[in-house]
């Protein structure tokens, strides 16, 4: 069956193959070295140095057509992608530009493509905003949605209350990155400023009103595994939250969030679910179906 993926970076999808077309001075040696780190810090400054190495719009081009060539061939039919537009910004490159450029190829592709403009929490709202009035210019053209990443504890939510109901104002879906490396009082702060899907989320754990309060109003956790454990979200697989997030009966979303950073795919998150933490087939049908359900286009 087709599958849908909803939490998944177009930065962290370039694998160091794609580095060196774009970058040949660099050695195979120099761009591996760039892929290895320790903990979450290490993680943000590894997608910073990739992003970096996008030089404007026939770069994000290159990296969009072969991020949807591979989804074509895993049979992942529907995708929301996040575009850091924050980044984008930060770098002082042209984000219209680079935004045609990406909806080109999005066009393209047999596969069913929006997009979420995210923004980085420690670089604060203004900017966020600035994504924001650009996302509200594409609604409709393939941006459906605004997000926050990043640092929760340097960026907290409430930071966003303004860039979310503008957002919100001007059609746009709201998801923020939450409970992956802060406890459960941040995805409380996001579900404040008004979040519809939470990024991780996997602290819920800890906090049993609010798994129930994701439960019944049918609130997303948008997790992936393999990232939990490379960025330290989890200190060991065994650690994982997503059999007790979804035996209390909050919705679950299986994602690949940045496929070549962690050595992921879709399918291989779902065969970690089956055999480390004992889901059965029709569980995963609903993990899967749950992409469907969730997606913010309908
Ligand atoms: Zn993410």
Known sequence: ?????????????????????????????????????????????????????LRGPEDYALVTRRLLERLEREDILYAEITLSAGVV?????????????????????????????????????????????????RVGEGVISIGIGGDEIAGPAKWFRD??????DSGLRLTAHAGETAG??????????????IGHGIRAVDDPSLMAYLRDRQIPCEVSIVSNLRTGAVRSLDEHPIRRLF????????????????????AGEFALVRERFG???????????NAWKFRFAH
């Not at 780190?37 to 190495?53: L, T, V």
């Not at 409380?188 to 899907?197: K, N, Q």
């Open 1 to 53: 069956m087709a599958q849908a993926e909803l939490h998944l970076h177009l930065e962290g999808s370039i694998d160091p193959d794609t580095i060196q077309l774009l970058d040949p001075g660099l050695t195979r040696e120099e761009i591996g070295a760039r892929y290895e780190f320790e903990d979450f810090a290490g993680f943000i400054a590894c997608f910073r140095w990739i992003a970096q190495r």
């Open 89 to 137: 910004l930060w770098k002082e490159q042209d984000l219209a530009a680079i935004w045609d450029a990406v909806r080109d190829e999005s066009d393209r592709s047999p596969v069913e493509v929006f997009w979420n403009l995210d923004s980085i929490r420690q670089f604060g709202p203004d900017l966020a905003m600035q994504v924001a009035e650009f996302a509200a210019t």
């Open 163 to 168: 860039v979310f109901r503008f957002s919100k």
């Open 184 to 197: 459960p009082e941040s995805i409380w702060a996001a579900l404040e400023i008004g979040a519809e899907r």
């Open 247 to 266: 035996d209390a009966g909050v919705p679950v979303v299986l994602n690949t969030d940045d496929p070549a950073i962690f050595g992921t795919t879709l």
């Open 279 to 289: 889901f059965t087939d029709e569980e995963l049908a609903t993990v899967a179906e």
